[in-house]
């Protein structure tokens, strides 16, 4: 049994850090428990077993909560884990990183009735980092592999779900990645302060181990178009996620120095993974001893400005057009940025960045939110006259991400997506207007979060299943 589980890890450490717990807690303020079987049993008995499972209702796997609680509770962890593990492909991973305060925590009873939530997210996690400690966690066994294959673009949460799920019904399952590790978002843009990088790896290496083909920097479009894999495979899945980068046009924008969040956020991730990274090594893409400004208000704006921290970088502020109580992050993100020293500057929106070839300082507005717009949210209007100047030495955009033009990119002008340019699919079946080629993840959603990406692989594997069970159908009475 292990006697402690912490997730703090600083950038370049890989394997559960080693040093003593009290000289990890003061590294930051944040309080990182350890997460011995005591207290995941006590937090479990928390569990009011209310009868009516909102904490369920509201996980998008409509994770069993309730009862693998009860047999935590109860020191009956294969069972817990069992059943944890039969609605969720990675519990470890989204026991670490779903926004479970709008999730199952911010709607568990003991929580709404003001006695705070059970840590649902700290038990899931414990679950099953237990069960991989007791050799519970196994490759998948095939008695009989069957003869249709299945391509899947995509190495993130997504395209994984759906490999697992398809591998364990006998299928071939070869999965293409442009990136040199399989991951997607989980790998390069998470930081390892909130998802340690061997979390990731263990997954994808058992999935390895139980027969899926994984073929890295690979891009469908310039290593090969959807067309040539679609007669490769009997069945193809689309999960490429989100990855242009929004960025704001302002005088100055092409000075050095100024950089979108997953520029930033991969060279750390990569450093911290042990390679080597030229942009990073040569100080262009670190911020230690400098002036960091990130411009945005979500959750990626929060993983810049705490990893920066995390690089010792001299002072951390972030500007963002509304108030706190507007902000799209997660409240428990801001909370622990604002605990670990970043200064956030509310009510605030970049006019113009000032420097000679690099970028020396921001010339801010000062913002007021006006009416409620389309959406309802309060516009926010500038205010006049209320400039004032905010130093930098780097600057990071995280306005959020846009779907690349994928019918271009794959040489594939028939394949149909919505105005916001992710992928149409048939709501019931995944399937886009290609026969065979079915859609996951955030390119079907737009940028969302990962438990979502797994549901949709998940739910993606089943409708392709279905597929191929009648292509067989076909095939036998053509025959
Ligand atoms: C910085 C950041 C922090 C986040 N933090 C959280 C968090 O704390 N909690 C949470 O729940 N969610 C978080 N998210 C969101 C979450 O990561 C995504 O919603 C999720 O990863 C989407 O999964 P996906 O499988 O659809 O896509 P991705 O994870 O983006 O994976 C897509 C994969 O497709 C590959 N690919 C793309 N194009 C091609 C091509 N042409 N050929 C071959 N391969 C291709 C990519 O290389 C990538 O590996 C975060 C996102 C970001 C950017
Ligand atoms: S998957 Fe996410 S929402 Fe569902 S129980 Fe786990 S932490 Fe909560």
Redesign the pocket.
């Known amino acids: 049994m292990p006697n402690k589980m912490l997730t703090f890890v600083k950038i370049g450490q890989q394997t559960p850090p080693k040093r003593d717990v009290d000289k990890r807690k003061q590294d930051f303020k944040e309080i990182y428990k350890d997460f011995i079987h005591g207290k995941a049993g006590e937090q479990s008995s928390r569990c009011s077993q209310c009868g009516v499972p909102f904490c369920q209702i509201h996980c998008p796997l409509s994770n069993n909560i309730p009862d693998w609680l009860k047999l935590t509770a109860e020191g009956r962890l294969k069972e817990a884990y069992e059943l944890s593990q039969s609605t969720n492909n990675m519990p470890e991973v ?1 026991g670490r ?3 479970q305060d709008r999730l199952c925590e911010g709607n568990c009873v003991i929580e709404q009735s003001g006695h705070g939530t059970v840590t649902i997210g700290s038990v899931e996690k414990y679950i099953t980092d237990n069960a991989w400690e007791q050799g519970w966690v196994n490759p998948i066994k095939i008695k009989n592999e069957k003869n249709q294959s299945v391509g899947i ?8 779900a759906a490999a697992e799920q398809l591998r364990k019904l006998g299928y071939q399952i070869t999965v ?4 040199d590790r ?10 390892n302060f ?2 340690e990088k061997f979390i990731v790896e263990r997954r994808t290496k058992l999935l390895e181990k139980s027969g899926i083909k994984f073929i890295q920097s ?6 090969s178009t959807l067309d040539q894999l679609r007669k490769k495979h009997d069945v193809l899945l689309i ?5 242009k980068a929004r960025e704001i046009e302002l005088p100055g924008s092409a000075l050095g120095n100024i950089f979108p ?2 520029e930033f ?1 991969t060279a750390s991730n990569k450093k911290g993974l042990g390679d080597k990274v030229k942009l990073f090594d040569d100080g262009t893409l670190n911020a230690e001893g400098k002036d960091i400004v990130v411009i945005g208000g979500g ?2 704006a929060m ?2 400005v705490r990893t920066s921290i995390r690089q010792n970088a001299k002072s951390v502020k972030c500007l963002y057009r509304r108030d706190k109580e507007n902000m799209p992050g ?1 409240a428990r ?1 801001v909370a622990n940025a604002e605990e670990e020293g970043v200064e956030f500057v509310w009510l605030s929106s970049p006019k113009e960045f000032i420097g000679t070839n690099k970028v020396k300082e921001l010339v801010v507005n000062s913002i007021k939110l006006g009416e409620p717009d389309d959406s309802g949210r309060k516009k926010p209007d500038v205010q006049k006259n209320s400039e004032f100047n905010i130093k930098a030495d780097i600057v990071i955009q ?1 306005l959020g ?1 846009d779907p ?1 033009n ?1 019918p271009k ?2 040489s594939s002008d028939d394949l149909r997506v919505t105005k916001w340019g992710t992928l149409k699919t048939n709501f019931d079946t995944m399937e886009t207007n290609l026969p065979g080629v079915f859609a ?4 079907i ?1 737009g ?7 797994i549901k ?2 998940r739910d993606a594997a089943e409708a392709m299943k279905n597929f191929l069970e009648n292509k067989e159908l076909r095939k036998e009475w053509v025959a």
């Open positions: 989204c990183i779903c926004p673009i995509g190495a993130g949460p997504a395209g994984l293409y990645d442009r990136y399989a991951g997607g978002l989980l790998i390069y843009g998470i930081p909130k998802l690979f891009e469908v479009g310039k290593d999960a490429t996620g989100v990855y969040a997953m956020l959750d990626t993983d810049c997660s993100e995280a991400f690349e994928l990119l794959f996951a993840g955030d390119i959603r940028a969302s979060l990962v438990v979502w990406a949709d692989g």
